[in-house]
């Protein structure tokens, strides 16, 4: 039973560039969750996609977006990257029940310069 | 505000020795608790949480943490650390429902070293 997949492992752009991560949730689930954690930090909520809709967004500019396709797997877009948003990029999916918990994946590291 | 505290940014025992890894959390409604345990390079892995009910909750590896709602705390406890335990732990706390919702707020995490 796959976990939550997450591709790339690793990446580094150049500041002003635009990114896109991927995720896969693990089967069975249908509501992805991302989190961006700083370098000696802990994880920040940055928005929630289920039925293919944003359903929650934390504190983050609108130059993070994203978007859930039928089949359940996410992408992260951040735009116009900042040095700042250098960063461990997790994935995290759920069955949708009521307080089913999250299950990680490994993440993306992102390297901005 | 909604916050977590992790009082102990890094923490080291001797492999055998007792545990604890401290929480306090800030929030406004009945929280939901959750500890996270990461190793280097690794996403990660839900180690127990708190919903309801008995407040000494028991997880995987051998980890047990007490909500204790008069103290605002929710510390994670093993009675003897192993090696393999040397990881960056974090608490979590999120609102009833938070599963649909998958916001957790997170603790800025302990590390755990681990001597032989």
């Known amino acids: 039973d796959a976990g939550v997949t997450q591709s790339p492992t690793h990446l580094i752009k150049t500041r002003g560039q635009q990114v896109t991560l991927r995720c896969s949730p693990k089967s069975g689930h249908d509501t992805v969750s991302w989190y961006q954690q700083a370098l000696g930090q802990g994880p920040q909520f940055i928005f929630q996609?289920?039925?293919?809709?944003?359903?929650q967004r934390g504190n983050f500019p609108d130059r993070f977006s994203g978007h859930q396709f039928p089949n359940y797997s996410s992408e992260l877009n951040v735009n116009a990257l900042l040095l700042g948003d250098s960063a461990l990029y997790l994935c995290?999916?759920?069955?949708?029940?009521?307080?089913?918990?999250?299950?990680f994946g490994n993440g993306t590291r992102l390297t901005v310069t | 505000a909604q916050s977590v505290t992790q009082p102990d940014i890094h923490i080291t025992v001797s492999e055998g020795a007792s545990l604890e890894l401290r929480c306090n959390y800030s929030?406004?409604?009945?929280?939901?608790l959750f500890w996270y345990v990461q190793s280097p390079g690794q996403g990660l892995q839900l180690l127990l949480k708190?919903?309801?009910?008995?407040?000494l909750v028991q997880g995987i590896k051998g980890f047990e943490a007490e909500f204790k709602r008069s103290q605002s705390s929710f510390n994670l406890r093993k009675p003897s650390v192993h090696w393999s335990d040397a990881a960056e732990y974090f608490c979590a706390v999120g609102a009833k429902g938070s599963g649909n919702t998958g916001k957790l707020i997170f603790g800025q995490g302990t590390t755990l070293q681990v001597k032989p």
């Open positions: 995290a999916s759920t069955s949708g029940s009521y307080n089913s918990p999250l299950h």
């Open positions: 708190y919903f309801s009910g008995d407040t």
């Open positions: 929030y406004g409604a009945t929280p939901y």
């Open positions: 996609y289920y039925e293919e809709e944003e359903r």
